[in-house]
């Protein structure tokens, strides 16, 4: 099925640094949600955005909601090692009942 | 509040064998639920989802099937594995029109 665009695929930076990732789509969703997987778990819930150009902060973690509805960006700032996982974006289409996933960031601190 | 198990954590077994894993929600009534698969370090690849009961959409051809026998059961069969179906499998549930929650996945080996 569809996919969104998500990049970067990974990143390994140094704790204390802030990361940036993003999802494009050619599709238009009403709602975009962020997940954070850890190794050998599933997906957990980090942010939902339920209107275009909505900005919703949680903790560190701050993620918009594109003025177009195609496109959705996640920010971590002052990176901690607990950081360390997979991020995955996702749309959820009109009906409310079916998720399409990007491909996940993978996201790896140094401390 | 809503909560979602699936079982067994862990399955290694052999090619040909048959596979069942079970999936429940508890606080919530007819909710949507999801089969979802992953293979190692990739994306979330939608396998099944119902919307009520005996009622199963399937996204992809293969050898596995779904069912859903009760409300908030979910269960993921197949008659003969085979070793392209090792992976994790994921169980997710919704509301409808809401935000759409993971269980803690099931690492199935086929050897």
């Known amino acids: 099925g569809q996919q969104l665009n998500q990049s970067p695929q990974s990143m390994f930076i140094q704790e204390g640094e802030d990361v940036s990732m993003n999802c494009t789509s050619s599709?238009?969703?009403?709602?975009w949600l962020w997940y954070k997987q850890d190794p050998g778990e599933g997906p957990v819930l980090l942010i939902a955005?339920?209107?275009?150009?909505e900005l919703t902060s949680n903790g560190r973690l701050t993620a918009q909601f594109g003025i177009t509805r195609k496109d959705s960006f996640l920010n971590i700032s002052a990176s901690i090692p607990s950081d360390v996982g997979i991020y995955f974006c996702?749309?959820?289409?009109?009906?409310?009942?079916?998720?399409?996933f990007g491909g996940g960031t993978r996201l790896m601190v140094k401390p | 509040s809503q909560t979602i198990h699936q079982w067994p954590a862990t399955l290694v077994q052999p090619v040909g064998s048959p596979l069942s894993l079970e999936c429940t929600v508890e606080?919530?009534?007819?909710?949507?639920l999801y089969w979802y698969r992953q293979a190692a370090g990739r994306g979330l690849q939608l396998l099944f989802y119902?919307?009520?009961?005996?009622?199963i959409s399937s996204e992809v051809p293969q050898n596995l099937s779904a069912s859903r026998p009760q409300d908030r059961q979910f269960i993921l069969s197949s008659k003969k594995l085979l070793l392209s179906d090792s992976g994790f499998y994921l169980c997710?549930?919704?509301?409808?029109?809401?935000?759409?929650?993971f269980g803690e996945g099931s690492w199935l080996t086929v050897v």
């Open positions: 955005l339920y209107k275009a150009g």
């Open positions: 996702a749309g959820l289409n009109n009906a409310g009942n079916m998720l399409t």
């Open positions: 997710a549930w919704s509301a409808s029109g809401n935000t759409i929650y």
């Open positions: 606080g919530t009534s007819n909710p949507n």
């Open positions: 599709s238009i969703f009403n709602t």
């Open positions: 119902s919307v009520g009961i005996g009622q």
